[in-house]
């Protein structure tokens, strides 16, 4: 096609308005919306004309215990602000009677304080701090306890069972024989039916060194074939980072209060495992023996090597 040079400078002026114009709609119609879900905002750009649209294209899905202000329907305009709160099931035992509640509400205090649920009247886990997931919480939490069956500890663990449940927990206790205890711990199977272990150890000398990697490194313990001395499967690639530096240090006080730290961590942060008893030794001896000496670098006990009688 000939174009004469004026018809041709028209014609580029028309594409151009129309490219501009073409521009300023999609400017129009882009807007920059905040969506806040659970309480945790991001900033989007969105083509859509309703809160519906928008979160569809965020891939957040919404039903009918969940709240949006606004609602689906609603316009949405350039700056505006959308809120997202997730419905969480709260299973509460209160007064011996269990009821179903919906709440958005992210810890269980928020909740009991949002449903009215007395706190003295409610029967709940361990930390009222506790976060609640979208799969809600049922309370109390039922926990599986198990521990190698005699007659003091028997008597042992209903004390503490008394406590447990005090504190919102539904205990069930489980004793095992003591000539299959051990092996029950380590079958695989026993992961998915026992929640709490008990258990025993002895440090081969005074340091955190000879109880924490052989209990807690999941790497020399969990298998396909079962946890190892690691009974509660706890497997902690960080920890287990930690465990290694730990190795590492060579001046020995710097080392053994870093293992102390560790310990500190397992009982305090990660709740791998609960003191039951702390033992404390007392050695005594006859007039007539010499040579003795507690190796507090060995063993922690008496040195055999150097005991010996004095001559009568």
Known sequence: MLFSRPLRHAAQGAAALAVAAGSFGVAHYDKAVEVSVDGKPSSVHVLGSTVA?????????????????????????????????YGRKLTVTVDGQTREYWTTATTVDTA??????????????ASRSQSLGRSGLTLPVTISVTYRKSD??????????????????????????????????????????????????????PSA???IPPLFDSRINISAGGPGQDYGYFDNADFNAKIDATNK??????????WGDLDKELTTKYYACIPLIDDK??????????????????????????VSLKSV
């Open 152 to 205: 003091t500890l028997d008597k042992a663990f209903s004390g503490m069972k008394v406590a447990w449940d005090a504190a919102g927990f539904n205990t069930q206790l489980v004793g095992i024989p003591a000539k299959t205890y051990y092996t029950t711990l380590q079958a695989p199977e026993s992961a998915s039916k026992y929640d709490v272990y008990w258990a025993g150890w002895g440090a081969d000398y």
């Open 112 to 125: 009991l304080k949002d449903l009215g649920i007395r706190a003295d009247g409610a029967v709940l886990s």
């Open 209 to 211: 060194s000879t109880d």
């Open 249 to 258: 240090i060579a001046d020995m006080t710097a080392r053994e209060k870093a």
């Open 53 to 85: 649209d928008v979160l569809d294209k965020q891939d957040i899905t919404v039903g009918p215990h969940d709240v949006v202000v606004p609602s689906l329907a609603s316009a949405v305009n350039d700056g505006d602000h959308i809120s997202v709160r």
């Open 281 to 306: 030794f007392v050695f005594v001896h006859g007039s007539n023996v010499q040579g003795v000496f507690v190796n507090g670098t060995y063993t922690g006990y008496y040195d055999p090597a150097t």
